[in-house]
């Protein structure tokens, strides 16, 4: 019982390791696009995945972003060198989060 009480916080552990590249970028500019925020962060390096969410009636950005770097290492330069950075006159709030779930449903605490 104790092997197996281990071994579910081991495989939480490393779920939580390997997917730490999640990005969340906060205070952004309504004027901001995906192109600018995809050429910003691939500073930092390469790019798995860009999300910005967008006002449905505006057209415009809500102010925040998703940003999936390829690596670990990339996600902890990014956060690094932009976190608190001045982009369009707006000082930028970069920080890691946990992975999506899989199983709609699921909260963040299963994984």
Request: no cysteine; aromatic share 6%; charged share 35%.
């Given at each position: 019982m104790i092997t197996m009480v281990i071994s579910?916080?081991?495989?939480?552990?490393?779920n939580i390791m390997i997917n730490r590249s999640r990005l969340h970028v906060g205070d952004l500019?309504?004027?901001?696009t995906?192109?600018?925020?995809?050429?910003l962060f691939a500073q930092a390096g390469?790019?798995?995945?860009l999300s910005l969410v967008i006002d449905a009636r505006t057209g415009?950005?809500?102010?925040f972003a998703f940003v999936e770097m390829r690596?670990?290492?990339g996600a902890a330069a990014a956060i690094k060198q932009f976190n608190g950075y001045l982009f369009h006159s707006r000082m930028l709030m970069v920080y890691?989060?946990?992975?999506r779930s899989t199983k709609r449903?699921?909260?963040?605490?299963?994984?």
């Open positions: 579910a916080t081991t495989r939480r552990f490393e500019a309504p004027t901001v995906e192109a600018e925020l995809y050429d390469e790019i798995e995945a415009r950005s809500r102010g690596t670990a290492e890691s989060v946990p992975p449903g699921e909260s963040r605490s299963q994984i």
